[in-house]
């Protein structure tokens, strides 16, 4: 699989599909796409790189391991619920704030914070699975 | 359009059936995946398939103006897919590994856990 | 259709979030210890801590369902049939405060038995994951959820069942996930029946309007299909045998979690949708599950007698006591097959329950009075259920420390625990007469109690069926304490499979003691003062026969 073709595109590739996905998270609200398959696509690109580069230069890339950063998207996720204790409201409720920044209004949301938690449950998830599958395949 | 479905659910069904039944862990696990799938058609056709306007509401207004789509099959059906696919990647590096550790995939001859002869327990004092 | 007030209006206090915080709680503690993977030795002081916090969430949330009746809140704000329901009535309080209970016991006895390896693979935070999804199926109030929870329960088990990756491991843990995955996936075709059905996943709202349905064979396949998927979470008996193939090979406190928990949670489910939401149906099939349960008993209680091995014997206590819970399940009021009017729900004002047939009574203790047969039998079964989680969890973890000391859980290996360990003999002689059922421990009153509702439903086979496990868990258990504990230590090498391993002894730490004198605790109060708990669960099975209250907290207008 390490062709120079394929190690040569591989980062810009995941750079790329790295920035869609976010991209696919933060227009989840409202159209199509959201934090699960803008999770899936960051996970893809991780996989690639590891496919391309192996797993090592994936690994010092993340810097956290797979497992903390799905553990951080866990605790966005409760923490977007707990946000509506303070506000006397049922748990999971979206509560809005609009701050604007440098001119823009800005939307804010507890579900924007529970998607971005999806996002990296997910991409933690997926890519520990994925970076383990291909860490036996080099051995 | 819904006895279409239906049928296509049981053909899907018979399938994975016939799959998990095999003895084989590879096997059993793409009929586990195709029984999830089948899972999903069959709830897609128990939410009602119509041809109606996207579950949209229009900007200003406080309910649907026309008859919509029933979002909610849409939304079981994602979690579904989501567990499924967790699932399946989960089963595919246990199944990987059993297969790496005990060198076999075959369950008939994984008895690592229950040996066969496992003689009886002490009858007397 | 759609009226523009889908939201719950209403401000909510703090101590509604109680009905969310086990789960809440459960999450964010895993996930913290998760990013904390790297500091192992912290671990024990925030789970513990965390769990005594669940356990203390649990018995407050068990209070205030005592006092005002079945809790919901509705995520979200949306109102009833379209959001997802977190409702508490006494059953799930009873089951999330025992359940609370028990993980508190295994965190700590994991503290002083687990080596720094073993737990740098994450055993406290999947224990916290799988806590979360335990304490979220006895919570929800949606079967879709309920479903959900049962994947994230399923999630946390599948980590902690392969921790370590021994090949005994892998080859127990294949077995358990392919089973439990094609029994949830059954769990999942058959909610999505009940939705083309229904048109709601609420099951306030399903019980509601079951009434409709009546004598429809489609209703029939679902309960049927509800039976099979269940009957296979809990081990009943042609589905069972997933479990001797897989609950000895992991950690011995996982195994004991595993064996306490994770079948009642398959119980609880069954009680909660096939009892409580199609009665008529459950009425059709009590034979059936009444056939199940003798067999489940007897399976269970000859597959002990057969086992040389501490661990695996255990396994089939587990299933013994799965059938005697089912029998208080196939327990049905005579006469009594249609269902009870829950359509006036809305007007039961929370708190007050009545019987099934009709006589008012109050939430008094058992046996003072007559309620129906199916209403003596399910309480009976609910505190049959909180015993097991306790004594099988306890008898896991005993096991698990007598197997350590004498360096083998083989029957022909271990002896001489009662000369080494005085104490741990005594416990484990308590857990052992309370699993067999025999007084003045937790597992004779509920069995008292099942028996007498057996005969008075008419089911004197099952009664015997259910004195006869009882006799054979005696015996079994007799063997276990006379071997293991009551004998001299066998001589090296005279035991016939000690010839493939030497016995390798570890120390016992005393500390890890704590948790098996807590349960101890219990099971001796519960088989002294039953009152408490018998009222307890007395007040479940009536809300389950008859779930006014449980529909009224949820279209009451949020709690």
């Known amino acids: 699989m390490r062709t120079v073709i394929f190690r040569f595109t591989a980062p810009y590739l995941t750079a790329l599909m790295v920035l869609f996905s976010i991209f696919v998270l933060l227009r989840g609200h409202n159209d199509p796409g959201g934090g699960f398959i803008g999770g899936l696509i960051a996970a893809s690109a991780l996989a690639i790189y590891g496919i391309a580069c192996g797993v090592g230069p994936v690994r010092r890339a993340l810097y956290f391991h797979p497992m903390a950063i799905s553990a951080a998207g866990l605790v966005a996720a409760v923490v977007a619920g707990i946000f509506s204790v303070f506000a006397g409201t049922g748990f999971m409720t979206g509560l809005w704030v609009f701050p604007t920044l440098f001119g823009t209004e800005v939307a804010l949301s507890t579900p924007m914070l529970f998607d971005i938690g999806v996002y990296l449950v997910v991409v933690g998830g997926i890519s520990s699975i994925a970076l383990a599958l291909e860490e036996r395949e080099s051995d | 359009m819904e006895a279409t479905l239906s049928l296509v659910v049981g053909c899907l069904f018979a399938v994975a059936l016939y799959l998990i039944l095999s003895k084989h862990i590879i096997r059993m696990l793409l009929g586990v995946v195709l029984l999830s799938n089948a899972v999903n058609i069959l709830i897609f056709t128990a939410g009602r398939v119509a041809s109606v306007a996207p579950p949209l509401v229009p900007e200003g207004a406080g309910a649907p103006l026309s008859a919509v789509a029933n979002p909610l099959p849409q939304a079981l059906i994602l979690t579904a897919i989501v567990i499924s696919f967790s699932f399946f990647a989960f089963l595919l590096v246990l199944a990987y590994r059993a297969y790496q550790d005990l060198g076999t995939d075959d369950t008939d001859r994984m008895r690592v856990a229950e040996p066969e002869n496992d003689g009886l327990p002490p009858l007397g004092y | 259709m759609l009226k523009a007030e889908a939201m719950v209006h209403g401000a909510f206090s703090p101590a509604d979030f109680l009905v969310i915080a086990p789960v809440a709680v459960c999450f964010l503690f895993g996930a913290v210890l998760l990013m904390a993977r790297k500091r192992v030795e912290w671990h024990p002081f925030v789970a513990i801590p965390g769990f005594a916090l669940v356990l203390g969430i649990d018995v407050a949330l068990l209070l205030k369902v005592a006092a005002d009746g079945p809790q ?247 299933i013994a006591g799965i059938g005697t819970i089912f029998a208080g399940l196939a327990v049905t009021d005579p006469g009594s097959g249609a269902a009870p009017a829950v359509v006036a729900g809305a007007a039961q004002a929370a708190g007050t329950i009545t019987a099934a047939t009709g006589d008012a009574a109050a939430a008094a203790p058992l046996l003072a009075q007559h309620p129906g047969a199916m209403v003596v039998a399910l309480s009976g079964a609910v505190f049959y259920a909180l015993h097991s989680i306790v004594v099988m969890t306890a008898l896991y973890l005993a096991g698990g420390t007598a197997a350590r000391l004498s360096g083998s859980s083989s029957l022909f290996a271990m002896g001489g625990l009662w000369r080494q360990r005085p104490g741990l003999a005594a416990l484990m002689l308590v857990f052992l007469l309370s699993v067999s059922g025999l007084p003045p421990f937790s597992g004779f009153w509920p069995k008292v109690i099942l028996v007498r509702g057996a005969f008075q439903a008419g089911l004197p086979l099952l009664g015997a069926v259910i004195l006869l496990t009882g006799f054979l868990m005696t015996v079994a258990s007799a063997r276990v304490f006379a071997f293991a504990f009551w ?46 708990l018998v009222g307890l669960t007395d007040v479940a099975a009536r809300g389950v026969v008859d779930p006014a209250a449980y529909v009224g907290s949820v279209f009451g207008g949020g709690s």
Request: proline letters at 5%; charged letters at 10%; hydrophobic letters at 55%.
């Open chain 3, 487 to 532: 004998r001299n230590p066998p001589e090296r090498g005279a035991g016939t499979d000690g010839a493939s391993f030497p016995p390798q002894k570890e120390p016992v730490p005393l500390l890890s003691m704590l948790p098996l004198l807590m349960l101890a605790v219990f099971v001796v109060i519960a088989g002294i003062l039953p009152q408490w």
């Open chain 3, 72 to 318: 919901t809140m509705m995520m979200g704000n949306w109102r009833p049939p379209f959001g997802i329901a977190f409702t508490v009535d006494m059953l799930g309080a009873l089951f999330a405060a025992t359940a609370g209970f028990v993980a508190l016991c295994a965190a700590i006895y994991a503290t002083f038995s687990m080596s720094r390896t073993e737990r740098r693979y994450g055993f406290f935070p999947f224990l916290f994951l799988m806590m979360g999804g335990v304490s979220g199926a006895f919570l929800t109030g949606d079967i879709f959820n309920l479903y959900v929870w049962f994947e994230v329960l399923l999630i946390g088990s599948f980590g902690l069942l392969i921790l370590g990756s021994e090949h005994e491991q892998l080859d127990g843990a294949t077995k358990y996930s392919f089973l439990n995955l094609v029994a949830t996936t059954l769990f999942l075709i058959t909610t999505g029946y009940l939705y083309g059905l229904f048109g709601t996943l609420n099951m306030a709202d399903i019980a509601q309007k079951a009434g409709r349905f009546e004598n429809d064979g489609a209703l029939l396949t679902i309960a049927l299909l509800y039976l099979v998927a269940f009957g296979m979470k809990a081990a009943a008996f042609p589905l069972n045998f997933w479990l001797p193939a897989s609950y000895h090979t992991p950690r011995f406190v996982v195994s004991a979690l595993f064996a306490g928990l994770l079948t009642k949670v398959g119980v609880y489910a069954l009680i909660r949708v096939l009892l409580m939401l199609f009665p008529p149906q459950h009425a059709d099939l009590a034979t059936l599950i009444s056939w199940v349960a003798i067999l489940t008993m007897l399976a269970g209680a000859l597959g002990a007698l057969a086992q040389s091995d501490l661990r695996r014997l255990l396994n089939y206590f587990v």
